[in-house]
């Protein structure tokens, strides 16, 4: 009888396409993967380090392996991993840490399911993660897959220690991403959204930059068989005009943009060593308007950076609440050891960062439902998921609007034209079949 596994992700998507890799390395090995609670041999867990809380979770998520399956043996990879490898291995149950460098070569590391008293750390220094390992996400939810097609980054934001974590910017190759794209095209998927640290840096193999962002998007346009290509992050300053009007006319990329701007305080954009102020951050969401009205605009903010004031905060309320953008990702900071801004003076208490985060949660959902009335009336393209709460099943437009319908099983990963008819209690929007039916 074959070993099972079983994996726990947090964090980002780049994490998830990376979890849905290794475990297709443990099939590939004998393995079976199963369940979280299916009492599992083998326990992976994917870490984050974003925010002093993915740590906690990680403890938990190891304290409730154990519960499930009190023999099992446990490995952590990851940021965290890289990040603080002792720690981990100080937590009670925690069999091996992988670093950036050795997570995907768990196989080889994992050939001895003994527990030992002390767990075995495999963590070089960050400087040996430097190269780049394809990675896409399959699994039960078949209508999307996050293709990895960057890894690590070069910039030096004083709050992030995804550099630290990750390493320094690489790419793949356009060639190996489309075979990759064809392969995922051939398994029924409709949607691949794009992932990657900072994706907008694409092109960088061996240390010298051999390709930019729009050759990979220009080269996925082409790819038959998948019918949307979604962008999940990109930084403001590497969101060209040319990646713009393309998107605006492509066959495939969808009118949807993440864009991180962190504060809409040039001050605290400065300190925060961000690469653009926020007269940049306006003109992209100006062109981007004025291409595809329709487009939605998600925007991740950090609230209760070190010096930043209620003059600062209400800056940056002011400058979210004129912008024309569809939602917000709103992170409260937190102190993260070996980076620039845990060292800076002007701390926000902790009550005071809770309190700027509610009150752009407050707005985000505010406009967040103002978009999704712009489109009501409108007929959309929807891809519904595999998902069911409550007897109803959801699915996304183009454009990101979320769709709620009665739950039918021949509408799983179909996509479907529908007429954007109300918003419901919940938030999300109410149906209509539209006259044709879209086939693919």
């Known amino acids: 009888m074959n070993k099972k596994v079983a994996f726990y992700t947090l964090g980002c998507k780049l994490n998830y396409s990376e979890t849905s890799t290794i475990g297709r390395l443990f099939n590939k090995a004998g393995f079976d993967t199963v369940n979280f609670t299916d009492t599992p041999d083998v326990f992976v867990i994917n870490t984050c380090s974003v925010t002093d809380n993915a740590d906690k979770k990680c403890k938990k998520i190891v304290k409730e392996a154990l519960k499930i ?258 939602y917000l990702h709103v992170f409260t900071y937190s102190e993260r050891e070996n980076t620039l801004a845990a060292e800076m003076t002007g701390t926000v208490p902790g009550s005071t960062r809770a309190e700027r985060s509610k009150m752009l949660h407050i707005l985000s959902d505010k406009k967040r439902r103002s978009f999704y009335e712009s489109q009501l009336g409108k007929t959309a393209d929807v891809l519904f998921e595999r998902d069911i709460t409550d007897g109803y099943m959801h699915g996304f437009s183009r454009n990101y609007v979320k769709v709620k319908t009665k739950y039918d099983p021949i509408l799983v990963n179909e996509l479907k034209a529908v007429t954007l008819t109300a918003i419901s209690p919940d938030g999300d929007v109410e149906i209509t079949e539209a006259e044709e039916t879209l086939v693919h």
Do not use: W
Request: glycine share 6%; aromatic share 8%; net charge negative.
């Open 69 to 326: 399956s009190p023999n099992a043996y446990v490995t952590i990879v990851g940021c965290y991993a890289q990040l603080k490898p002792q720690e981990i291995a100080d937590i009670p149950g925690v069999d091996m840490v992988l670093g950036a460098a050795e997570k995907f070569n768990i196989v080889e590391h994992i050939s001895d399911l003994t527990k030992k008293p002390k767990a075995l750390v495999y963590n070089q220094p960050v400087s040996e993660a430097n190269e780049f390992v394809a990675s896409y996400s399959f699994g039960d939810n078949r209508t999307r897959t996050f293709l990895k097609v960057q890894d690590g980054c070069d910039y030096s934001c004083t709050f992030c220690t995804i550099p630290l974590a990750r390493g320094s910017s690489r790419s793949d190759t356009i060639e190996s991403v489309i075979a990759q794209a064809n392969e995922i095209a051939q398994s029924g998927v409709k949607e691949i959204v794009l992932t990657g640290v900072n994706i907008g840096d694409y092109g960088i193999r061996d240390g010298e930059r051999q390709d930019k962002f729009i050759d990979l998007v220009k080269a996925l346009d082409e790819v038959e068989g998948i019918d949307r290509i979604r962008i999940s992050s990109i930084e403001p300053n590497l969101l060209t005009d040319e990646i713009i009007a393309f998107v605006a006319q492509s066959k495939r990329f969808v009118p949807h943009f993440h864009i991180p701007l962190q504060s809409g305080s040039n001050k605290i954009l400065s300190l925060m060593r961000r690469r653009y102020k926020r007269e940049l951050y306006v003109d992209r969401v100006t062109q981007i308007k004025r291409l595809m009205p329709d487009c939605c605009i998600g925007v991740d903010v950090i609230v209760g950076f070190p010096g930043e004031t209620r003059e600062d905060f209400i800056d940056t309320y002011n400058f979210l609440n004129e912008l024309n953008i569809s």
